[in-house]
């Protein structure tokens, strides 16, 4: 088990304490899904958002949590009772950490866990690091969180990918026009109000590079879903763009690069963010599927 992590940390080539803190929480994600998948989450839900994006395509950017969809609509769904197989699978790799479950208001159609523990004890286990360490307290914690959407929109689609470390398994995961659709949804959508998730702007001209389509039904049912869409509309090409163009006129981008700045190693394509940056890229490589 030692090995299994060990190999696992070694692929990130960590070079600073906060590229080992980041590592760490990533290995915890990735225990995470093991122990899920060892249940049967994944015949009924689907794995998405960024660090979906991460594990399984190769986002170059660490990530914070994981966000889980239901395949269908499931108001009698409990996180509940899918703790105790992350608790046993985290604690037969040596971690001991707390899940506690998030209380929300009874209307609310997310069911949210945190998952807790000691930074720095849990970094001499799987590093050579010796404490003290400069840069992690011996009181900080790290938390990951994860959330199910138990109302999904329709139209997603999905596939299984495989992970090999620490050990073979197998989960269901939103497919990459799908994912696409929900992270232009965040940056149509989200409600951060002054501050500017840089993380979103950064996904999205990964998913442009990579000439990724966007699966816009999907994309519709989120904002009709949410709110962002008025129902007599049918989201189309042309009303996209216009939507993306109206919103990189008002992002601060300075905010936007600090945001991205923890989570990246080559920050020099930073230089370019603007707001003629993105609308340029938008016309020239979006598409839809």
């Known amino acids: 088990m030692r090995s299994a992590i060990g190999d696992m940390l070694g692929k990130y080539q960590c070079k600073n304490v906060m590229e080992f803190r980041n590592a760490l929480k990533e290995i915890i994600q990735e225990i995470i899904l093991l122990g899920l998948s060892r249940t049967n989450f994944f015949n009924q839900a689907a794995f998405y958002g960024g660090t979906a994006l991460r594990i399984f395509y190769g986002l170059d950017r660490f990530s914070e949590d994981l966000d889980f969809s239901l395949i269908e609509q499931q108001p009698a769904f409990d996180i509940n009772d899918y703790i105790p197989a992350i608790r046993d699978e985290l604690g037969a790799y040596g971690f001991q950490l707390t899940i506690e479950r998030k209380q929300k208001s009874m209307d609310s159609t997310i069911q949210s866990a945190f998952v807790k523990g000691g930074t720095l004890i849990h970094l001499t286990k799987i590093a050579s690091i010796e404490p003290p360490v400069s840069g992690i307290s011996s009181g900080e914690m790290l938390r990951v969180k994860f959330e199910i959407d138990t109302d999904p929109p329709e139209g997603a689609q999905y596939e299984s990918k495989y992970q090999l470390l620490p050990v073979p398994y197998s989960t269901r995961l939103y497919d990459k026009p799908s994912l696409f659709a929900g992270k232009l949804h965040a940056i149509l959508c989200r409600n951060w109000q002054t501050r500017v998730k840089g993380r979103d702007f950064y996904d999205y001209i990964w998913y442009l590079s990579r000439d990724i389509p966007v699966n816009i039904f999907h994309l519709e049912k989120r ?53 003629d940056f993105f609308s340029s890229i938008t016309k020239s490589k979006l598409r839809v599927a």
């Open 223 to 275: 904002m009709l879903q949410s709110g962002h869409l008025d129902p007599s509309e049918t989201l189309n090409f042309q009303m996209l763009q216009s939507k993306l163009e109206e919103r990189f006129s008002s992002v601060d981008f300075s905010q936007a690069k600090s945001d991205i700045l923890p989570f990246i190693r080559n920050t020099n394509e930073l230089n370019l963010w603007n707001s």
